[in-house]
């Protein structure tokens, strides 16, 4: 399945590779986010980490993210 790479491309992935007869037909749906992308965010409002703390696991490689160049 060719799916958006946000950046003016696709991509292709795998589908699920299973199917259950009495379930709905499952697939790959919406736009893949890139590797870390929301991990200040969901840190912040789930655990609360603030910037500096955010900033140190970075430096630490506890976080990790692939971003794309700006």
């Given at each position: 399945?060719?799916?958006?790479?946000?950046?003016?491309?696709t991509?292709?992935?795998?589908?699920?590779?299973?199917?259950?007869?009495?379930s709905?037909?499952?697939?790959?749906?919406?736009?893949?986010?890139?590797?870390?992308?929301?991990?200040?965010?969901?840190?912040?409002?789930?655990?609360?980490?603030?910037?500096?703390?955010?900033?140190?696991?970075?430096?630490?490689?506890?976080?990790?993210?692939?971003?794309?160049?700006?």
């Amino acid at each position: 399945m060719n799916v958006d790479d946000r950046g003016g491309g696709t991509i292709r992935v795998p589908n699920v590779p299973w199917r259950f007869s009495a379930s709905p037909d499952v697939g790959v749906s919406g736009v893949p986010k890139y590797r870390g992308e929301d991990n200040r965010t969901l840190l912040a409002e789930l655990l609360g980490y603030d910037d500096d703390r955010l900033d140190q696991l970075e430096v630490d490689g506890v976080l990790s993210s692939r971003l794309p160049d700006a």
